[in-house]
């Protein structure tokens, strides 16, 4: 069946310019997740949804991210006024409901000029 | 919060010799430990799993280890293939579902 996709999958942007990713999650996985991968790095949570809602965005790393997620599915991560530190590969991930197992998408390569 | 150690950084293997990578990690509640395998451009694929109630778990030739009172738990990789090179990452999953990463391991299998 279909994974976790992404889009775009390259995103080459100027500084201060608003950005927006993409994850489309598994069908029936009303768990998500968002992390952040820089060169060479482990990976850094950011932000979860369990189905529509956030119950945990203490990964955030300012308030220039935000995500949101509408009908349980596809979710939408936001970063506004770009800058060159926040250049790095964006993951999505979803799971089941009440399951540990989470499925990774391809992520989204965020260059900053 | 979590905090998860993952050694070595990098590690060469040659083909058909074992690989060990571990990893420690500081909660306590923390109850299921998955391991990544990240190929260049790709995102992580779970490779294996163990949960706080089992402490050994085989799948062919990956096997993980839990030893809860010393919070370790370590990824051994036998007869090692080229195909096996990539960025392996453990994980710590406590309370809420918060993942928290190691920082990865370079496998390289040289032929």
């Known amino acids: 069946g279909a994974g976790v996709s992404q889009s775009p999958s390259n995103k080459v942007t100027e500084k201060g310019k608003d950005v927006e990713l993409r994850c489309d999650p598994i069908s029936g996985h009303t768990a998500l997740y968002w992390y952040r991968q820089s060169l060479g790095q482990g990976l850094e949570f950011l932000i979860y949804f369990q189905g529509n809602s956030a119950p945990d965005k203490s990964g955030l790393p300012s308030d220039r991210f935000s995500a949101e997620r509408t009908g349980g599915s596809v979710s939408t991560l936001t970063i506004q006024r770009t800058q060159q530190e926040d250049s790095a590969v964006y993951l999505c991930?979803?799971?089941?409901?009440?399951?540990?197992?989470?499925?990774f998408g391809p992520g989204t390569r965020l260059t900053v000029l | 919060g979590e905090n998860v150690e993952q050694h070595p950084s990098t590690l060469s293997v040659q083909e058909g010799d074992s690989a060990v990578i571990k990893c420690t990690y500081s909660?306590?509640?923390?109850?299921?430990f998955p391991w990544y395998k990240q190929e260049l451009g790709k995102g992580p694929q779970l490779i294996i799993d163990i949960r706080s109630n089992v402490g050994e778990k085989k799948d062919q030739r990956i096997a993980v280890t839990l030893n809860k009172t010393a919070k370790h738990f370590s990824l051994h990789i036998t007869e090692t293939q080229p195909e096996d090179s990539a960025v392996y990452f453990c994980?710590?999953?406590?309370?809420?579902?918060?993942?928290?990463f190691g920082t990865g391991t370079k496998l390289q299998v040289i032929p």
């Open positions: 909660d306590s509640a923390s109850n299921y």
């Open positions: 994980a710590a999953i406590g309370g809420y579902q918060k993942v928290t």
């Open positions: 991930a979803s799971s089941y409901p009440g399951a540990y197992k989470q499925f």
